[in-house]
């Protein structure tokens, strides 16, 4: 029976066949995949009623902080992965859509945005996007740094040439990534890359977040200009635009607490991966769809594989608590800790360092529950 499967070992060795389906197919029954094209279901087939698109769509962009000086095209971009032979596919798909594709939470948030009834309540709630302005949706493969927009057929005649900028732009940013990053994953060319996700024997598709050190609150203008090596999470975010300090607390709650579960799992499968990892991925074995065995039994394995904080020579990964910086100010940043229990256990207890810049002086928490003045330099 073995030798029957010989010619399909050859092929997929060859990258002529795929071990596993299109990534596109995620969580859709094979008889099913005919009926995948680009169009998006109207958002009201979701159950949203008319109120509800507002105000899901005026909470949007006030949290994204997009809410005046809309430019022609606006592209909202999820992320994905699209690797073969890999059971920890999840863990390089988007972790806020459940281990699955951004692809579908872009396509329907972009549909929204162009609901001429919806930018008319918007604007109500005073928030006016152009009539010349466009969503777009996109998606990111996190293996390929090649970025897809599916609904382009929607896209207005009149935008058409601006949107083949974008789109250049985009294939240029993708290049430039794969170039960068092409000698950490000791490929040979950016086709190496390209090439990796589709390699059924490849244990090592991408890093993924390797190397993940710090998650920055504060507007894109701080950080413009410098190279963060890929080793810090960004929101940009002005406190000024902010007033009831609504969006710092989401970000506090949400996206911070995120990121130290990224930044403690790599953290643990670092520092003990055979007790908080899931050790060598080459003998894994798949159970249920819900864990793997390392080899033919024993116990259900958590965290990353070796594989994945470790190239095998050196770490890839430097098991640092992730440093949160934000600005705002102080008061507020405390009222927030103090309101939510779970946000005062990661900070009190040093399962990440937080720091508030205010003022141009920073503050660090402790586990005091106080403020403590860092120099810098």
Not at 205 to 228: D, H, K, M, Q
Not at 236 to 257: C, G, H, N
């Amino acid at each position: 029976m073995g030798l029957l499967f010989l010619p399909k070992l050859m092929t997929d060795s060859l990258q002529w066949t795929r071990t596993v389906t299109d990534s596109t197919c995620d969580g859709v029954k094979t008889c099913d995949h005919s009926r995948l094209g680009p169009e998006v279901d109207s958002p009201d087939s979701g159950g949203l009623s008319p109120e509800q698109q507002v105000t899901l769509s005026e909470n949007m962009l006030r949290n994204l902080g997009l809410t005046s000086a809309f430019a022609p095209i606006v592209v909202l971009c999820g992320h994905a992965s699209d690797v073969t032979n890999n059971p920890y596919k999840a863990g390089l798909d988007c972790g806020a859509c459940g281990g699955h594709s951004g692809e579908p939470n872009a396509r329907v948030a972009a549909a929204l945005l162009n609901k001429a009834d919806v930018r008319t309540a918007l604007a109500q709630r005073g928030i006016v996007i152009p009539d010349s302005t466009w969503f777009v949706a996109a998606v990111h493969n996190t293996t390929t740094d090649e970025i897809r927009f599916p609904d382009v057929d929607s896209l207005p005649i009149q935008l058409a040439e601006k949107f083949q900028a974008v789109q250049q732009w985009t294939k240029e940013a993708g290049r430039l990534c794969r170039a960068e990053r092409s000698e950490r994953l000791g490929a040979k060319s950016e086709s190496d890359v390209l090439k990796r996700s589709q390699d059924w024997a490849e244990v090592r598709p991408e890093w993924g977040l390797a190397n993940n050190a710090a998650f920055i609150v504060a507007p894109r203008s701080r950080t413009a200009g410098l190279n963060l090596t890929g080793r810090t999470f960004m929101h940009s975010y002005d406190y000024r635009q902010d007033s009831d300090l609504r969006v710092l607390e989401l970000i506090m709650t949400a996206p911070m607490v995120v990121t130290s579960w990224i930044n403690l799992q790599y953290y643990a499968s670092a520092v003990h991966n055979k007790a908080f990892g899931s050790g060598n991925k080459l003998i894994h074995n798949v159970v249920g769809q819900f864990g793997v065995f390392e080899g033919n039994g024993g116990d259900l394995m958590t965290g990353l594989p070796w594989q994945s904080v470790h190239d095998g020579q050196k770490f890839q990964h430097e098991p640092l608590r992730l440093l949160v910086l934000i600005e705002a100010p102080r008061s507020a940043v405390s009222r927030i800790i103090e309101k939510h229990s779970h946000v005062s256990d990661l900070v009190t207890n040093g399962w990440l360092s937080l720091i508030v810049a205010e003022d141009s002086h920073f503050y660090r928490w402790t586990s005091n529950k106080e403020w403590e003045e860092q120099r810098i330099g």
